[in-house]
């Protein structure tokens, strides 16, 4: 008799649980956004240097450092079509 309760693999995904290395799909951008409102966008370059392209992009999120004070953003992968023109900025990898 199967089991059904490993059915359910392929649940909805979070946005803290993609990948620093997807932002480096084509037409994707990374982008971080702090709890005062400020964003910003991240060139994942250095991250992807020291080899954390599988890193959970949570777990980046207190690697940023925002004008605000605030020592985390939210990271999150979007589209080039997403991306604020103006307006955006202040949030920077602290390491
Ligand atoms: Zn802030």
Not at 69 to 95: D, K, N, S, T, W
């Amino acid at each position: 008799m199967a089991d059904g309760s490993r059915s359910y693999l392929a649940r909805p995904m979070a946005v803290g649980e993609a990948r620093l290395g997807w932002a480096t799909a084509a037409r994707s951008s990374l982008w971080a956004r702090c709890g005062c409102g400020r964003e910003a966008a991240i060139d994942p370059r250095p991250w992807l240097a020291q080899g954390l392209s599988r890193q959970v992009l949570h777990d980046l999120s207190h690697r940023l450092r925002c004008v605000c004070g605030a020592r985390q953003a939210e990271l999150e992968i979007r589209g080039l079509a997403e991306a604020p023109g103006h307006g955006a900025g202040g949030i920077y990898v602290f390491r």
